[in-house]
């Protein structure tokens, strides 16, 4: 079966972009995308890097040169003239492997509509046991296939289209076109200390929500500006975790390199009020010692919370440019909630 052009399955890809980090697990994430022609503001490739979260640099195939970001190695002209050639050289192999991959498609359920493809090299490396493990992804219009695993050094194809091209490269043995553990490394190595310069401690308020008579009101505890992503928000009640339905919006990013997360608690629980809960905030650079906001400790003031709807429509705006940049179509980005944890 073929793959169909679905925005949200594309979309699903790129929130893959934005994995979480945990402390003292360093992970790169390299997505590229390709689309079947150029068009108007829309390159025929398009490539980030991350590391830890941080974005180190945008390539595309309009430009023809890797734009560096968050001041990484913003100096080093040696160095971006070696990427600019890295560049250039993939520009070339991976239109080779979208037509081949294409090919094999159409030639298993041919189809009229356009393939877009993505590929997202990542790797984790674990600073406690020194353990990396690196995988590359490769799907069309965001339905996986074929893989890359180090620890087997093999191509895997997922989708029964891409026997055909997975065979020929375990034949020639070709390490162009994954991730290897070595290149992994560099990029953690060589990025560690701007990202150690990036380290930002989390800031937080309360607000209290109004209530229906369908719906009660809730505590909501705004948490924001904080850089390493991984971050844990939860409400307690009278000195015990709050039982009480949380609800988490999801960590994202604000319009810098740090992020924000909102989480909710729903009041009338056990009888207590506003002023029984804490919302508890722990983060990597708080170190041992929580960040703990009570509802009656803030001030009624608006300067915070329109912080935080800057905040807001910044990610908002970064989302659906990028979104709008890519397909020039509607996207399907949505707010999920889940159960925060307790």
């Not at 993505?118 to 799907?139: G, K, M, N, P, V």
Request: with cysteine; hydrophobic share 35%; glycine share 8%.
């Amino acid at each position: 079966m073929a793959p169909s052009a679905k925005p949200v399955l594309v979309s699903f890809w790129i929130l893959n972009f934005c994995c979480v980090t945990l402390a003292g697990l360093h992970r790169v994430s390299y997505l590229q995308l390709v689309t079947p022609q150029a068009a108007s503001g829309l390159p025929k490739r398009l490539s980030m890097l991350k590391v830890d979260d941080l974005l180190l640099f945008i390539y595309d195939s309009d430009t023809r040169k890797p734009v560096p970001r968050n001041g990484y190695n913003q100096d080093r002209q040696d160095i971006w003239k070696l990427r600019s050639t890295r560049c250039l050289s993939w520009d070339s192999w991976v239109e080779t492997t979208y037509q081949a991959l294409v090919q094999d498609v159409n030639t298993s359920a041919p189809r009229a509509e356009p393939y877009y493809m993505q590929i997202l090299q990542s790797c984790e490396w674990d600073d406690a046991t020194s353990d990396i493990r690196a995988a590359t992804r490769y799907a069309l219009n965001g339905e996986d296939m074929l893989q890359h695993h180090s620890d087997q050094n093999r191509w895997f194809p997922v989708h029964p289209a891409a026997w055909p091209l997975a065979e020929r490269w375990n034949r020639a043995r070709e390490p162009f076109g994954e991730l290897t553990p070595q290149g992994c490394m560099f990029l953690i190595e060589d990025s560690g200390l701007l990202i150690t310069e990036k380290t930002a401690q989390p800031t937080a308020h309360v607000t209290l929500g109004p209530g229906t008579q369908a719906q009660p009101r809730r505590l909501v505890c705004h948490v924001t500006g904080f850089y390493p992503r991984d971050i844990e928000v939860t409400w307690e009640r009278r000195g015990q975790v709050a039982q009480g339905e949380q609800l988490s919006s999801g960590i994202r990013p604000n319009g810098d390199h740090t992020f924000q997360i909102q989480v909710s608690i729903e009041l009338g629980q056990e009888g207590a009020g506003p002023t029984e809960h804490v919302c508890v905030v722990r983060h990597s650079n708080l170190g041992d010692t929580p960040l703990r906001v009570t509802w009656d400790s803030q001030s009624p003031g608006l300067p915070g919370v329109l912080w935080i709807m800057i905040g807001c429509v910044l990610a908002a705006l970064s989302i659906g440019a990028l979104g709008l940049f890519l397909w020039k179509r509607p996207g399907a980005w949505k707010r999920l909630y889940r159960p925060a944890r307790t």
